[in-house]
């Protein structure tokens, strides 16, 4: 009688996966063999800090290699060699992070049976925080736990031992890893639903933001950095263009209110090589800007949506433009961004849809001051579906702070114009739920912003700026005065006909007419008090 093939173990199919999605997609199964031992809020920074130890590991094993072909080329003997490479200066000098024998990976995976896989985790971490200052509080040591099933994680240890992730064709083990990092980031981000957009903004998002900003160089600032993706794509950026500059030319300045996404953003941005700045600690940054001096060439950032429980002072200096109602935090982060902007400074912010109609509590004024100050420069309306974690429509805010040639840049004068971007039919769905944008979507998008700017890479590109019907629309500010001050792009770029657009466009509509109305009821019952105050002063 034939029996059943066995399925193929784990580290089989691992030896046998080709492609680099195909490991993350192997290390995701097996790690999501222990969240069920696990708190769920503690999950991240679990599995997200065995891969960062694994990359610290491989990092110092790769400068390892590298230190014993310099010194075998200089003649220095194998029995003196090893002062040599235990030299921590030959690993700090170069970026690297200095890692305990014990910490080290091979060290773990040979002793986790015989001294137990969660202790030596455990102590792994604290003996890379105590040699890496800028690690200090940062890894999780929540391994040697009666909760955490000590037979499955050992399973996992040895899983991404085997993945041996020493790089792959060109790539390095940093870029491996950080790969994985990212993928994972991605996964927990959908499988936590609303909470994941606490750190994660989906990367063709944050992809359209740095294309639109080009980074090249600078102080670079996210007010709400999450697990530090913007930071990322910045850098990505950047090497993308090496021609032209080098990860080293920005700074980076971020703050996150979270404690555990603040830990994930750090070792982020350490697992992709970028030396920020997060603060000591994580912060409210309206109640403790944690980098209050800052001015930065470049603000990105994907705050928070329509937030009510904020810390609101009247009388913060931040408030240039009208103080933010207690109900909504969105124009509060606007005006901060702006009081962090340079004197060239841009900025690319998601936001929520109401945010570019809304007339509730002074938020009508407020929009109002930006847009006669000439701080607004480009508006984009971006397709539904692109959050997981919130069915809020999402737009795009890009500020200026000078729209002005710029001397050599030679930039085209913008002063008193607004770009309006409706990228609301753009995208397409990889599942049935989410939506990306597009490499196509994503050059035509940016491109046309360029060409509105006149930027060098519009000229290389031989781009030249044009209205489009349904897409985009250069307007003057007495234009948009015309309209209320309302900046939805569908008001400006000449909207679909109204028998053509769906069900998406009719909700937006109705969305935003219902927070109008909700608005005029609370200016209504202001109107109220303020009447029956004056009425109850006079005497009978």
Request: overall charge negative; glycine content about 8%; hydrophobic content about 40%.
């Amino acid at each position: 009688m034939a029996t059943a093939a066995k399925k193929p173990t784990e580290q089989a199919e691992l030896f046998s996966a080709s492609t680099a999605k195909e490991i993350q997609a192997i290390l995701w199964k097996a790690a999501d063999k222990l969240r069920g031992s696990i708190d769920a809020a503690q999950y991240k920074e679990f599995v997200l800090g065995l891969i960062f130890l694994k990359y610290v590991s491989d990092a110092f094993d790769e400068r390892r290699s590298e230190l014993a072909a310099e010194l075998a080329d200089d003649g220095i003997t194998e029995d003196r060699m090893d002062d040599f490479l235990e030299d921590r200066d030959e690993y700090t000098g170069a970026h690297v992070f200095w890692v305990p024998e014990t910490a080290r990976w091979t060290w773990i995976a040979t002793h986790a049976k015989s001294q137990g896989v969660g202790k030596l985790l455990d102590d792994a971490m604290d003996a890379v925080m105590r040699e890496n200052a800028s690690l200090t509080g940062v890894l999780p040591k929540i391994f040697n736990r009666d909760n955490v099933d000590q037979k499955r994680l050992g399973e996992l240890v040895d899983l991404i031992s085997d993945a041996r992730f020493g790089g792959s064709g060109d790539k390095l083990a940093q870029d491996v890893l950080g790969e994985v990092y990212e993928y994972f980031l991605g996964n927990f981000a959908r499988a936590e639903g609303k909470r994941g957009g606490e750190f994660y903004t989906p990367q063709s998002v944050v992809r359209l933001i740095v294309e639109i900003l080009e980074p090249y160089e600078g102080r670079v600032y996210d007010p709400a950095c999450g697990s530090g993706g913007m930071f990322v794509q910045a850098a990505k950026f950047i090497e993308a263009h090496a021609g032209r500059a080098h990860k080293a030319d920005i700074s980076v300045f971020g703050q996150e209110l979270n404690e555990r996404t603040w830990r994930l953003g750090k070792m982020n941005l350490a697992i992709h090589g970028i030396d920020g700045n997060l603060a000591p600690r994580w912060g409210d940054t309206f109640a403790d800007d944690k980098h209050p001096d800052l001015k930065a060439d470049f603000v990105m950032a994907n705050p928070p949506f329509n937030i009510k429980d904020w810390a609101r002072d009247e009388s913060d200096p931040r408030w240039r433009y009208g103080v933010p109602p207690k109900s909504n935090a969105n124009y509060a982060w606007l005006q901060h961004m702006i009081s962090k902007l340079g004197e060239r400074g841009t900025a690319g912010i998601v936001l929520a849809n109401g945010s570019m109609s809304s007339q509730q509590s002074g938020e009508g004024e407020i929009r109002q001051a930006l847009v006669e100050a000439d701080l607004v420069a480009c508006m984009v309306a971006m397709p539904s579906q692109l959050f997981r974690t919130t069915q809020i429509s999402a737009c795009l805010w890009f500020l200026a702070k000078d729209k002005t040639p710029q001397g050599a840049k030679r930039l085209d004068d913008r002063r008193g114009e607004i770009l309006f971007i409706d990228a609301r039919n753009m995208g397409e769905m990889v599942d049935r739920t989410e939506r990306v944008l597009t490499e196509a979507d994503l050059a035509k998008i940016a491109g046309t912003y360029h060409a509105w700017r006149g930027t060098a890479s519009a000229h290389e590109a031989g781009l030249t700026y044009a209205d489009e019907a349904g897409f985009c629309f250069s307007a003057d500010l007495e234009t948009v005065r015309g309209h209320g001050y309302v900046l939805t792009p569908g008001r400006y770029v000449g909207a679909v006909e109204a028998e053509e657009e769906g069900a998406e466009a009719v909700a937006e509509r109705i969305a935003s007419l219902t927070e109008e109305l909700y608005g005029l009821f609370e200016k209504s019952a202001e109107l109220e008090k303020t009447v029956q105050e004056q009425l109850g002063r006079i005497d009978v």
